[in-house]
């Protein structure tokens, strides 16, 4: 069988690459008129891979799903066997608030830190936070887009994704040049993400998402499916806090996952703090002081005092700032 | 028989010498005014006729009355002609000496019953005449104090008929009331504003070292409050700034009547559906705008992103050169507008981005579409970006805060500091090249960075820069939720 036909097949007729579209007789016809060879001669001009289904370089992992895709098409310089690596998915709401970014991004960071691929959707949001973390890690990353291999969508990620396959990541897709995103495709594509997957782990998510489709796939596959608790009066938080009720395990760092797909996690030795204010100001913190005024006030030191002190933390990493918030 | 008055007309900011010239001879009744006058100016005619009558004077019976203002392709607005033609017309039909009005200018608007009203740009008519070499100026009282600030010995006059008595060398020249000291209503206080340390150690950069400030964070969390007190921390005007201000605003018609010098900084804070011509400077006749009338003081933008992006982009020109050229066909002019800056915003279009108490609902389309009203460029121009989150209410249960008098006279004494002359320390040098190695920090932010730093120094009485005034300095830096991901 010709997967390569197939999913240009698919994707002329815009239709679901399945098996069973292989014995109707449009695709005869179409199989037929198709050229292999100019085709793949045409994808590899505009350095894109294909890896089909059969190929023994498909990822194992995607293999084993019950609906895998005829083959994907691969963009960026990475070594294919990135696609049977230890990988984790981390998917989540593309309105995400302050506290979903970080957590995304701070994940993505310590995951690709351990040497695990941080797997999503290159999606706004969440996913974009996961890659990003990942990229500042200068660990790899796998992007599954729900559109055609050579469009970068959203195109505000257009930046993120050149510079995931510039870097040690790749971008990835079972649909070749010219597809344009459709709703039905991202549920399409969120199998490809839960199923490039060991582990898939839920940011933050609303009732009815994306994020909790994916995490039903992985689940069907019998891939382990995980959560980030979130304040129970957010509705943001409700897809995932019903998650961790159903029995996700819930992830309050990056080394319960690492734990709960069995990767030994990197050693990280805890900096202290710069002594003086900085060491005085991390304490409040830790206590629950958010802006700059409770600082002052936690503290007892002057406002140019805390300030100073919150950009030296903010240099070595031990807090983030949003919205003049702050947090470790 | 001819006789002859001179004024100044205003362009721009500047004065024009004018002459009146008044012309009768016999024959048929009528009364013209010459000389590109505009309607304001063409109605002369009637003030002009029932002033000098009400004056119990006499209006040329039976004269062909022609009034030139010379130069002829000038364009004159305005109602300050008034005074000149009359003093022209009664020299001409000798009911004063007509040689008397030599070393004199005049300027003011008649009322129907003779007496005399001001008129906006008294003081610049007052500054034409001196660089005319003219001694006195005849003007309404109210402009008195105005005009003797100019240097020229003002002629105050309440009425017509004083005029004339003192034309006629009845009596001498009154002299000019005393600037009337008014109750000046105090700008609103620091000590209002509970809690807030931070935003209100950033006012006292920004008034120290003249520093741009924007202000973002969830509606109510006193953005606005905090940015209407920078105008009472600020020194007060010195003499040339003063003069300066107190010029443009006698020219935009703001000069409480009979006052002096304008000492306080102006601030002005326009709302954000005001055209780009009120907020830039313009009209047919290029007029200052409000950058102009904030020369030397505050403009204040509140709701920065809802002001119109041609507008936006048009301030950038005034907030790198100070000035505003505004060309016309009925002119150009230069407007001086050497502002601070002062903007808020919202974090989101729905406001809660910020606030711990809401629930931001804001698409992330709609995010961007938000926070690109703003260009990088425009951004750019703010020294101090300050993100104000919501309080928590035992904040706002504490006691009053520091007055705004003591801060400024910390301001004042940061102010005579040559902060730009400072060194940087080599640990602050060392900070810098690491804040700019993990920040996203470009070459002008990296110099926004140290001139605040320069302030923060000056403010602290230190000889040098130091890393923690650095350190300060970067923590005032934009962050990343203002711009578009």
Known sequence: MNELALAAFAAAADLHATDRETRSTRFARFAEQFDSTSYLHDLASRGIRWLARSDGGFPRRLRAIHDPPPGVFVRGAADLALLDRAAVAVVGARSCTDYGA????????????????????????????????????????????????????????????????????????????????????????????????VATVVVEARERSGALITADLALEEGREVMAVPGEITSAL????????????????????????????????????????????????????????????????????????????LELASFVTAAAGVYRR | MVARTVTHALVGLDPCRVEVEAHLESGVPTFAIVGLADRACQEAKHRVRSGIRSAELEFPRRR??????????????????????????????????????????????????????????????????????????????????????????????????????????????????????RAERAPPDLADVRGQERARRALEIAAAGSH????????????SMLARRLAGILPPLEDDA??????????????????????????????????????????????????????????????????????????????????????????????????????????CPCGARGD???????????????????????????????????????????????ASTAVRERVVAARVRPAHRLRLEQPAAALLDRAVERLPLSGRGRARVVRVAHTIAALAAADVVQADHLAEALSYRSPAELHVA
């Open chain 1, 102 to 197: 970080r957590v995304a991004r701070q994940l993505g960071c310590e995951l690709a830190a351990a040497g695990v691929v941080v797997v999503s959707g290159l999606a706004r949001g969440i996913d974009g936070y996961a890659h990003r973390g990942a990229l500042d890690a200068r660990g790899a990353t796998v992007a599954v887009l729900g559109c055609g291999i050579d469009r970068d969508y959203p195109r505000a990620h257009t930046q993120l994704a050149a510079q995931i396959t510039s870097g040690s990541g790749l971008v990835v897709s079972e649909y070749p040049p010219g597809v344009a995103p459709a709703p039905w495709r991202f549920p399409a594509r969120n199998r490809v993400v839960a199923g490039l997957a």
């Open chain 1, 237 to 312: 938080s409700h897809g995932t806090n019903a998650l961790l009720r159903l029995g996700a395990v819930p992830v309050t760092c990056a080394d319960d996952v690492l734990e709960a797909i069995g990767v030994e996690p990197a050693a990280r030795p805890r900096d202290e703090p710069p002594p003086g204010a900085p060491a005085v100001v991390l304490a409040a913190i830790d206590d629950g002081a958010r802006t700059a005024d409770e600082l002052v006030r936690a503290t007892g030191l002057a406002a140019d005092e805390v300030a100073a002190a919150l950009t030296e």
């Open chain 2, 64 to 181: 062909r009355i022609t009034v030139n203002l010379a130069p002829a392709d000038l364009r004159k607005e305005g109602s300050g002609f008034d005074l000149p033609i009359a003093l022209a017309l009664l020299g001409a039909s000798h009911q004063l000496p007509a040689a008397n009005l030599a070393g004199h200018a005049a300027v003011g608007e008649l009322a129907l019953d003779g007496r005399l009203r001001p008129v906006p740009g008294a003081l610049v008519a007052a500054e034409g005449a001196r660089r005319a070499g003219l001694e006195r100026l005849v003007c309404a009282a109210e402009s008195g104090a105005e005009v003797a600030l100019a240097g020229v010995r003002p002629v105050p006059v309440r009425h017509l008929v004083e005029a004339v008595a003192y034309f006629r060398g009845e009596h001498d020249a009154p002299s000019p009331p005393p600037p009337v000291e």
């Open chain 2, 212 to 223: 741009n400030l924007l202000l973002a964070g969830p509606p109510g969390v006193g953005k």
């Open chain 2, 242 to 347: 003063a003069l300066e201000v107190t010029r443009i605003h006698s020219v935009a018609g703001l000069l409480p009547p009979g006052a002096g010098l304008l000492r306080t900084p102006p601030f002005r804070a326009p709302h954000h559906g005001a055209s780009a011509a009120a907020v830039i400077g313009g009209g047919p006749s290029p007029r200052p705008g409000e950058v102009t009338l904030a020369h030397r003081g505050v403009l204040l933008l509140d709701e920065l992103p809802e002001f119109s992006r041609a507008l936006l982009e048009a301030l950038r020109q005034p907030l790198e050169d100070g000035v505003v050229a505004v060309a016309r066909v009925g002119g150009r002019a230069l407007f001086p507008a050497r502002f601070q800056l002062v903007a808020s915003m919202n974090l």
């Open chain 2, 356 to 402: 711990p108490a809401a629930e931001c609902n804001c698409s992330p389309v709609q995010l961007d579409r938000y926070r690109e009203r703003l260009s990088r460029a425009l951004l750019d121009r703010f020294d101090l970006v300050l993100a104000l989150p919501r309080p928590r209410a035992a904040e706002l249960a504490g006691g009053r805060g520091e």
